[in-house]
């Protein structure tokens, strides 16, 4: 069984830039999927970012393309968020699995959860 901790995230103003980091043990196989998802209050939980274990197939939704990057170094997997906007606020949480891989529903390990504040 994999476990996924959370680290990062804060308080940025407009236009500014922050890292979210999430260190995973146990069982993370090669083949699974890693994402990064983020639920702004009163909304449901929406897909960011995704990518296989390995790195490969990097995937964006288009309200971050181009300024949020997944990358992976070992067993932490990061979020660099970059150009922030007050609508990237929100809880962010990374995620692994091996079902769907845009679907919260194909992600089995959850990390705890981290709060991103965009404002002025």
């Known amino acids: 069984q994999a476990r996924l901790a959370q680290s990062g995230g804060g308080l940025v103003q407009p236009g500014g830039s922050l890292g979210l980091s999430c260190v995973a043990t146990?069982?993370?196989?090669?083949?699974?999927?890693i994402g990064w998802f983020r639920q702004a209050p009163g909304k449901e939980r929406e897909l960011v970012a995704t990518?296989?274990?390995?790195?490969?197939s990097p995937y964006y939704v288009d309200a971050v393309k181009g300024r949020f990057t997944i990358s992976r170094d070992r067993n932490t997997v990061s979020l660099q968020m970059t150009n922030l906007r007050p609508e990237d606020t929100g809880t962010y949480y990374c995620?692994?699995?091996?079902?769907?891989?845009?679907?919260?529903?194909?992600?089995?390990?959850w990390g705890q959860g981290t709060q991103v504040t965009v404002s002025s």
């Open positions: 990518m296989i274990w390995t790195g490969e």
């Open positions: 995620a692994g699995g091996y079902g769907d891989k845009y679907s919260k529903s194909g992600y089995l390990y």
């Open positions: 146990g069982a993370i196989v090669h083949n699974s999927n």
